[in-house]
Structure formats: C-alpha cells, structure tokens
T-cell receptor, first 116, second 115 residues
C-alpha cells in the first residue's frame, strides 16, 4: 500500500512567522492529497486539499504545493496565529485500485505550536 | 449543516460490558466510516459503509460490530473489549465512497477507556 512520510514531527514558530510541513508519498498512482488539522479534544478537520492535476492551491493564509515528479507535497501557513496551534496530518489517496479504493493513508502528524 | 455528531463524548467501560457508540450526519452523505485513533498517532481505518452496506472491514476483531441502520446513522457496538482498545473512536462521512476521493468530514470522536 501507500506509505506517507511527514516532517517535522514538531514545529514551533513565533506568531506572524510562516510554517511549512512536508510530506512524501511512495505510490505514483496517488491522486488526492488532503490536509487535516486536529485540535485538542476534537476530530480532524479538512483544511485544504489538492488533486494531482494541480500544482498549487491557496486559501487565504494556507497553501499546498504538489510535486508529482518528486512525490512530495507541502503545507504552507503564512502569518501564523496562536489559534493555528494544533496537530496537522497530511494524507494521500490512491485512485481506484481494488482494495485501496478511497483509502486515506495518513502521515504521522506534526504538532505545530505558535508562540504569541 | 456540515456536522458529524458523535455520542457519547466520553465512555468508560469494563471488559465485560456491552456499549454502543453512535454517529449521525445530515449532509446527505452516502459513505460513513469508523476510525480508531491512539494518542499522538494518525487515525486508523476500521470500517467503511457505502450506501448502508459494509464495504470495508480492516480485519477488525469481532468484539467491534458496526451497524448502519440508515444513511444518516452509524453505530459501533462494543463487547468484551480489552484495555488496549482504549482510544479515540472517530466517525466520518463523505458524499460517496468511490474512486473520486471524496472529502472526508470527521466528528469529534468518543474517547473510550476500557478498564
């Protein structure tokens, strides 16, 4: 199956700075890459996603970039705020291929802390 | 309404108890999921229901028994659990379970402790 690696595992930044989280995937058939934010005591919430036919997507302070050749994708958060503090998970999903249908393969998560 | 509602939020049970976790969504989604999440780990897929039929069982022990009474409701029946089953149990839904990689919406989870 797909293997998703995520780095770093922890990230501390000063409020207003940018934060970047990187993920790599192993299966070139993966074509959907969502990012989830999980705050303490809550379930993961989808914050942005990108499909393999797009190289970059932006939503206000959040952007995701995808390099299909290198099989890596990154989350960029600009002008960070204390409320951005959470665990962030990247994931990859492989197109229809039997038992992998619709499965999300998660990275191990990044604990982001934004200091005021 | 983009909410997936799970009850209870917390549950403590003994190894001989029988309990159920409940999940509800009113987004018209036709796929519903159970995930298990241990502390500081990513969610792990347990079951997928597509159009109220079980389509994926990730070799989950039979002490976990899912049920999908209708397209809005998903239950997880628990019996004879072990302490290592203590975890956050997350329900999720998506428009459909297909090759189109639909967006997944998670509930807040039930924090389960097995004593």
């Amino acid at each position: 199956g797909e293997n998703v690696e995520q780095h770093p595992s922890t990230l501390s930044v000063q409020e207003g700075d940018s934060a970047v989280i990187k993920c790599t995937y192993s299966d070139s058939a993966s074509n959907y890459f969502p990012w989830y934010k999980q705050e303490l005591g809550k379930g993961p919430q989808l914050i942005i996603d990108i499909r393999s036919n797009v190289g970059e997507k932006k939503d206000q302070r959040i952007a995701v970039t995808l390099n299909k050749t290198a099989k890596h994708f990154s989350l960029h958060i600009t002008e960070t705020q204390p409320e951005d503090s959470a665990v962030y998970f990247c994931a990859a999903s492989i197109e229809n291929r039997g038992s992998t249908l619709g499965r999300l393969y998660f990275g191990r998560g990044t604990q982001l802390t934004v200091w005021p | 309404d983009t909410e997936v509602t799970q009850t209870p939020k917390h549950l403590v049970m003994g190894m001989t108890n029988k309990k159920s976790l409940k999940c509800e969504q009113h987004m018209g989604h036709r796929a519903m999921y159970w995930y298990k999440q241990k502390a500081k780990k990513p969610p792990e897929l347990m079951f997928v229901y597509s159009y109220e039929k079980l389509s994926i069982n990730e070799s989950v022990p039979s002490r976990f028994s899912p049920e999908c009474p209708n397209s809005s409701l998903l239950n997880l029946h628990l019996h004879a659990l072990q302490p290592e089953d203590s975890a956050l149990y997350l329900c999720a839904s998506s428009q459909a379970h297909s090759a189109m990689n639909e967006k997944l919406f998670f509930g807040s989870g039930t924090q389960l402790s097995v004593l």
